[in-house]
T-cell receptor, first 112, second 110 residues
């Protein structure tokens, strides 16, 4: 079993839809969670960063962490064609120097 | 200029050749990383460096070597390239949290 799992997609939604992207993980020590967006032929860019459990909102994006279920989500409201990209989750434990482990990414297409 | 610059952007090389991928950053961060990305496997860590005198192997370091020439420069070498090293390679830097990635080098080994 991989340490971090994501449905690779592709996920296609109409413009304006609410999108839910998810990751599951196996390491209960993970405390820091990130979401990255990667456009084609570009490097990943940081979207959201959360620590431990709970929700964090930034504009149309909401990151949610459920540590009891080892499950994190990224919600995109009022999705736009410009949101079409691959979304990667990443996480690590509190151990100093521990590097982030990335999920394989979910490819999202928002259709006009 | 980009915060993290990788050269070359694309490279085709032959099996057995030595190749170097270069990375420079203007963020002033001490921590630098090399990742490779393969479809379905995501980003996997090859090497990382927390300062100029500190080099560490990542998850998949076999067949690769690195050099940290300065705080701002971190290069990745494939001593004898093989076809299964065909991938997208990313350099990244970090400070307290989160990474800043370069635009990547698409390497094809034929």
């Amino acid at each position: 079993q991989k340490e971090v799992e994501q449905d690779p997609g592709p996920l296609s939604v109409p413009e304006g839809a609410i999108v839910s992207l998810n990751c599951t993980y196996s390491n209960s020590a993970f405390q820091y969670f990130m979401w990255y967006r990667q456009y084609s032929r570009k490097g990943p860019e940081l979207l959201m960063y959360t620590y431990s459990s709970g929700n964090k909102e930034d504009g149309r994006f909401t990151a949610q962490v459920d540590k009891s279920s080892k499950y994190i989500s990224l919600f995109i409201r009022d999705s736009q064609p410009s949101d079409s990209a691959t979304y990667l989750c990443a996480m690590r434990s509190l151990v100093d120097g521990q590097n982030f482990v990335f999920g394989p990414g979910t490819r999202l297409s928002v259709l006009p | 200029d980009a915060d993290v610059t990788q050269t070359p952007r694309n490279r085709i090389t032959k099996t057995g050749k030595r190749i170097m991928l270069e990375c420079s950053q203007t963020k002033g961060h001490d921590r630098m990383y090399w990742y490779r990305q393969d479809p379905g496997l995501g980003l996997r860590l090859i090497y990382y460096s927390f300062d100029v005198k500190d080099i560490n192997k990542g998850e998949i370091s076999d067949g690769y070597s690195v050099s940290r020439q300065a705080q701002a420069k971190f290069s990745l070498s494939l001593e004898s390239a093989i076809p299964n090293q065909t991938a997208l390679y990313f350099c990244a830097t970090s400070a307290n949290y989160g990474y800043t990635f370069g635009s990547g080098t698409r390497l094809t080994v034929v």
